[in-house]
């Protein structure tokens, strides 16, 4: 009597073996794969099963053998059931034995050639697509470069030399501005061409890098480099921009950036009270002086030019001074051109005493500096602020102490107006300024006037 073949369980480290005698009638010691005692008993349980059977390996595949006992028994792996695309494919072929394993393995390497070559083909379809993109770029790119390059040529041909764009340019600027700015608007830019040596070239030819260079030289020794780089790019701005209008040639000053202010310190101006403490030292003309400047927000170059009848009492009783451009001095820009409401609490009573002793003339405030009847553009900032002795020229005690000037009384007219209340808006208006400059210089709060009162 033959004795009955079976798996028998063996433990090797971890790991669980099986030795049985396999389709071929070899006996065999094969791992399990598994380190569970449970698991290693239900595939010797299913390996025993088909021991006794006897099958061969394609009778095997028919029934619901595990891929790791049909690997352990046949000593192949299984093979796996047929895709709709490998079954499509072999129906092709009604010789083809569709339980070769080898016919299984050529059949998915080409189905796997045909996905390849149809990511390919969607690949060589996309190029074809991005090729007839670029050859359309290509096409407008020559037209444009052609256009640019006519554009180039015509704008050398109605170019002027720098020379001749800076008289022309001077003629215009003098309608709109003050000769004084006019003079140093001029001089900025005859600076910068003569810099360049480009004076006698072209005016098409000058580049952003020439502005660059020349803004950075110009702008370094400064304390604020940033803010003198600004300050001085916008002449540049307004002469380019014009340039551009009048002979259709670039903007250079447009391409270049303006660069980031350094952050500035809190500005300085004097509350009312600090003002009037000044005053009560003075007489009434240089009382009335002080006043319009600290509260009426005049300039010392708008000063100069006030006459009598610039004083007046409106038709809604109130009084009012009118600033305007005359024949002793120009305003700085249209803007500046208006009426200011007089203070009636701070203002009005010392403007009233100074007209009442007021000898006669028409200035308001006239010089007082023998043999010039209106103030000049310096001597005023002299009388005020106070001068020292150079060689011959003698010594002056200005009126103002030392931390007050006329630019920081115009300063306090608006910083005291916007904590009054009044909006950016009706302080821009009264100084004949833009809101956005009322904002910049006059609203920003001191850290001492917020309190901590929470």
Known sequence: MTRKRTAHIEKKGKTYYARFYNYLDQRVKKSLKTKSADTAQQVVAELDKFISLQLTALQAQKTDISDLVYELYYGEKLLKPLSAKTKKLLSEFPDIDIADKDIHKLADQILKLGEELSTHEEKITLLEKENAELIKFKEKYFSLSNSVEGKISLSYQNSPTCRDALVIYEQDLSREIAKKDVSTHINKLNDFFKHHDLLDNKLSVVTPVYLTEYLDDESDSFKEPNRRFNRVWKYFSRFFNYASRTWEIDNIAARVKKRKNEQRGDIHWHPIEEIEAVLIKQDTYWQALIGTLGFAGCSAHEMRGLKRDDFY???????????????????????????????????????????????????????????????????????????NARGPTAAVIGVLPAEMTALSLRRAYGSNMLRSGKTASEVAAAMGNSSRMVEDHYARLLAVEVKSDF
Do not use: M
Request: glycine content about 8%.
């Open 313 to 387: 009492k409106g038709s809604d009783g109130d009084y009012y001074l009118r600033v305007q451009a005359n024949e002793i001095r120009t305003l700085k820009n249209a803007k500046r051109a208006r009426s200011i409401h007089v203070n009636p609490n701070h203002l009005l009573p010392l403007l009233l005493s100074h007209v009442k002793e007021l000898a006669t003339g028409d200035l308001l405030f006239p010089s007082r500096v023998t043999g010039s009847p209106h103030w000049q553009a310096g001597s005023l900032s002299v009388y005020l602020n106070g001068r």
